[in-house]
């Protein structure tokens, strides 16, 4: 086992076997629709932020946050000519659409 596999398995005890099995299953979510991807990031952060703003959460910043993920992976999308980021931008862009006209939608669809 290389030093890199043993850091990322956390040797062979039962937290390592857990991990391997994730590594080996494949990522948690299937970026199969990027556009669904980018539209439940935004939903799922505004969310939140609303949900624990007492504790002290700040929607401005959130707002912030979606902003930059749009130009962010439309600009990579561009950059890298990669359609995936390209369509996440957009799912963004949809996201804060949703999230400025009401914001209380359900998103449908699976990501697993």
């Not at 857990?18 to 669904?36: T, Y």
């Not at 439940?40 to 707002?63: D, E, T």
């Amino acid at each position: 086992m290389s030093m890199r596999n043993w850091w990322i398995t956390g040797g062979n005890g039962f937290l390592g076997r857990h991990l391997q099995s994730q590594l080996a299953s494949g990522p948690a979510v299937s970026l199969q629709c990027p556009l669904l991807f980018g539209k439940w990031q935004v939903v799922n952060r505004m969310y939140i932020v609303r949900k624990y703003r007492h504790r002290g959460l700040s929607l401005h910043k959130a707002w912030g946050a979606s902003l930059l993920l749009l130009v962010s992976n439309s600009v990579r999308g561009i950059l890298y000519r990669q359609s995936g980021l390209w369509d996440r931008g957009l799912g963004n862009m949809a996201g804060i659409v949703s999230e400025l006209r009401g914001g209380s939608e359900q998103v449908g669809g699976f990501l697993k």
